[in-house]
């Protein structure tokens, strides 16, 4: 089995999906939507856009929460469907199958899902598009729209590493339970998504420093600002995930391939 065949066999899987899960996909297309109509609507509760700019800056609040929604949910779906693939395929029964094939877990979890994240990330994008053009006009084509597709694929990079650390995690641990239920809504809170990190008290600014979720959302905010995004800015910030990047999946290769050894080894499977 090639790499390309496991590349293959994630496009075909999601294609079947959504071929025999019509409810599935329009629950799915309606998603983001319902997000931000949550998190505006819970702002608008609280304080107005007026406040909103006085406490984060000269940026459009649409356009802010339309950036962090987009960048929450591809995190959430690849620390589920990544960090959570050891458990699913646990419950499954599949998880034997996994270890056992001819390439590394930690290749499989990740070769299998970046179909999945490029196909369903960027219909998303593409679903807050007319907003985006409603709020900023043509400028939004032009700036907002590539700062969002490179916050996607750049915060892909590290985010699979950092995902599949805890998957190796959970193959250790034998955990069954759904941790990553609690532990991911932390990790977004943590990162910035629902309010900007720099706001954050020390402790939680130095955690979520670390976190290279925190990053993807500066990237995406950069859209939301009312005047053009400096591009040493965007180039830092981008530098930041590559090398965290380099990071969190040289740390995940090694750590899962332990994890996959030691679950072999005691029999744990």
Known sequence: MSLASLFKSGVFLDLYFVKNNRANLISFLLWPYLMLILMLGAGLLFGSTQSFRSNVGDVDPIVFFVSSTLIASASLSVMWDVGGAVLFHRWAGTLPYVLLAPYRTSIILVMAYIPRYILWSFIQLAEFIPPLIIRKGIYALIIDLPILSISLIVGMLPLLGFSAIFASILLITKEESNILSWLNPIILILSGAFYPSYLFPLWAKI???????????ELARLSALMSAPGVREVILIIG????MSVLYNALSYTMLGKAEERALGSGSI
């Open 207 to 217: 955690i979520s420093q670390a976190l290279p979720t925190t990053h993807t959302f």
């Open 240 to 243: 930041i995930l590559l090398g």
